[in-house]
């Protein structure tokens, strides 16, 4: 979608090294969100970014890390990868939290061996 | 809390039959829901959202859902399927949780159309 970007679109590692995921927006919007797709369990918020600096938990960001230093960058961190993490993340971003009107980006697919 | 649970992973229909997506949610305050539609391999895109005022709200390539409070639904509907409408189908409620908005999504329903 234009304005917002993931890297990579794919991704094969192995189990216990560190990933980083990135999004990358050009909307200038305050809000950024990760999310893992899951079959079942549809989208699940790990972490979001209310401004630089300020990032907050979703309801499943046990063995996550973000961090956001500047608007237009949200970046999501495996710190030791396992194979329960493999999944489809997406990032999502938002003018505004008042009324959510989110536009999505492509999806890193992401699997851990 | 908010939650959203979507009856059916998944749904097939002929083409140019009524698609009908099934959603139901709790929340303790009045809700904000979203139908969002995902094209494999694709990001998700919003078909259409009701947040307060009018009950039955339309949206983009021809679908429309109604907010029926009495029965905690927000189900998804189109008159005549076409087989551009098969896709995954994801129901949302907005949770007030922390700063800012932020959606739980359903698990999602995929839509098959047959020819």
């Known amino acids: 979608d234009a304005g917002i970007t993931q890297s990579p679109r794919h991704k094969v590692t192995e189990t216990g090294t560190p990933v980083t995921l990135r999004c990358h927006q050009t909307?200038?919007?305050?809000?950024m969100y990760w999310y893992r797709q899951d079959p079942g369990h549809g989208l699940r918020l790990i972490h979001y970014s209310y401004g630089v600096k300020d990032t907050d938990k979703g309801e499943v960001s046990d063995g996550y890390s973000v961090s956001r230093s500047k608007t237009e960058d949200f970046l999501l961190t495996l710190e030791s990868a396992t194979s329960s993490q493999t999944s489809v993340y997406f990032c999502?971003?938002?003018?505004?939290?008042?009324?959510?009107?989110?536009?999505f980006g492509s999806g890193t697919r992401l699997t851990v061996v | 809390a908010q939650s959203v649970t979507q009856l059916g992973s998944h749904v097939s229909v002929s083409e140019g039959a009524l698609v009908l997506l099934r959603c139901n949610y709790s929340?303790?305050?009045?809700?904000?829901l979203f139908w969002y539609v995902q094209y494999p391999n694709q990001g998700l895109q919003l078909l259409l959202k009701?947040?307060?005022?009018?009950?039955l709200v339309k949206g983009i390539n021809g679908f429309e859902a109604e907010f029926k409070k009495s029965e905690t639904s927000f189900h998804l509907t189109k008159p005549s399927a076409h087989m551009s409408d098969a896709a995954e189908y994801f129901c949302?409620?907005?949770?007030?949780?922390?700063?800012?908005?932020?959606?739980?999504f359903g698990q999602g329903t995929e839509l098959s159309v047959k020819p």
């Open positions: 009701y947040t307060t005022g009018a009950t």
């Open positions: 929340s303790s305050v009045p809700p904000y």
């Open positions: 949302a409620v907005r949770t007030f949780r922390g700063q800012g908005g932020k959606l739980i």
């Open positions: 909307e200038n919007h305050r809000y």
């Open positions: 999502a971003i938002s003018p505004t939290g008042l009324i959510t009107r989110y536009t």
